[in-house]
Nanobody
């Protein structure tokens, strides 16, 4: 599986962005997906995850109520809608994939990673 993340950019605090992650391969519908982020000088951290059929989602406390993860199996794409952005959301955002029916929150649980897309939130 190859993943291509896009949609990052510069936005003012309080604004919105939608990230997309397009996947290759026919098995996308059987994959759980996740979004992680890495701010400068910090470790990569979990943001959100979604089960293979989109029926279950899980969010980091820091983004709960502001971010929404969704999955379109017909388009082989997972999205991260980010609203009410804060300067502390500034990071490179990575999408990740793994076979499985549930959602997963640890970096080590994912087999495939995209290249990352930079989100910068100005105050």
């Amino acid at each position: 599986v190859q993943l291509q993340a896009s949609g990052g950019g510069l936005v003012q605090a309080g604004g919105s962005l939608r990230l997309s992650c397009a996947a290759s391969g026919r098995a996308f519908s059987t994959y759980a997906m996740g979004w992680f982020r890495q701010a400068p000088g910090k470790e990569r951290e979990f943001v959100a995850s979604i089960s293979w059929n989109g029926g279950s989602t899980y969010y980091a406390d820091s983004v709960k109520g502001r971010f929404t993860i969704s999955k379109d199996n017909a388009k082989n794409t997972v999205y991260l809608q980010m609203n009410s952005l804060k300067p502390e959301d500034t990071a490179v955002y990575y999408c990740a994939a793994r076979p499985g029916s549930y959602y997963y929150t640890r970096l080590s649980e994912y087999n495939y990673w995209g290249q990352g897309t930079l989100v910068t939130v100005s105050s």
